[in-house]
């Protein structure tokens, strides 16, 4: 099946004790054995089934059903929030001692955990500029456990090349995990370019309504752990926390998406509310509707600022000079380029802030990924804290305006930049 159709009906079982036709939200934590046989099966792993409420539940099985399909997946696992589900992917096969390569162009809660958090629990962060792919190679030694990559990275929008760098990667024997949370499947499927694990925000553009929190992990099943044993051994020696069990041996191509809800979910415990993953799956039934819109809107947004007087320069990948447009003519479906558009005004800081106060449709949240146009000025927010010459570095001028682009009409939006920008 396509890709809009898939998101309405992948995963989707009526519920046979009650015919509702949609899947409810299971809001009870303990699940019924039939047996003390099944009980036992269920905690072996021997039987996948419902236990307790933090390791799974039917409203958050379907959505990890859907999106295993959307993406191409053989399984996945639905978290808290995106942080949970980039710590979790990343700490089911990295420990204390080990490190992995990863692009520089991350969001800013991801780029903290890697070079600050991780480095507290003896994991090291290795980053590179990703335009060169060899730069992954040459960062890694033979404590290197992966790659990583955030597939449509803000502010600067330079797209990260996946299948070349999934190249480098099958060539030296690690997997490539991407964060896929601002092109979403609806752009853009990764696996399908040779990334192994794909993880996601899902309170951005999945749930799309700014309405409530979520992660996901998405696994292609495809990374062959056993290939190289001694560099894995977390996903290859036997596992003293379930009775020493051997993942690859016992679940195959499963084996990293069951370990990290057997061992990351349940000892750390950042599971997904089941009200969150309802919301996430009516979400999922209109993304590629939303995606669309977004798209077509943003792409006459950008259009419209790089013609602006005021505005010195606009950040669009389909204004790009540098490969980024033929990079998303590449990866992405359709010609599309995403909803985030950049802005550098005429005016520094002072022209950036005005703007933003003046904007009246538009709303001033640090977020992304809702139906509505938002706007923020980075230079005084989410990136005061980093000194001028960095900021500068990672494309962030005195001037610049992140905008992320609604599904209202294209008309009204840039009506309300329009009458913003006479401000200055
Ligand atoms: C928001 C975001 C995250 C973090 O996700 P939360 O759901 O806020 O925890 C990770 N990566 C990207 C690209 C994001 O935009």
Redesign the pocket.
Known sequence: MHFETKSIHSGQKYDPSTGSAITPIHQNVSFQFESAAQAADRFSLDEFGQIYARMGNPTVDQFEARMAELDGGVGALGL???????AYAIMNICKAGDNFVTSRN??G??SNLFMNIFKDYGIEARFVDHNNPENFKNAMDDKTKLFFG?V???PRLNIFPIEEVSKVAKEVGVPLIV?N??ATPALCRPIELGADIV??????YLGGHANA???MVVDSGNFDWSKNPDRFPMMTQPDPSLHGIEWIKKFGKLAYIVKLRATMLRDFGGCLAPMNAYLMNQGLETLSLRMEKHCKNAKKVAEFLQNHPKVENTVYPSLATDGTKELAEKQFDNGYYGAMVGMDVKGGTEAGKKVVESLKMFYHVA???DVRSMAIHPASTTHSQIPAKEREKAGITDGYVRLCIGIEHADDIIADLSQALDKI
Request: aromatic fraction near 6%.
């Open positions: 808290a929030s995106g942080m949970t589900a980039i991350l969001y809660g991801v955030e449509l990275p803000n964060d949370t601002c993880v996601y925000s899902a309170t951005k929190m979520a992660g977020h992304i990924g």
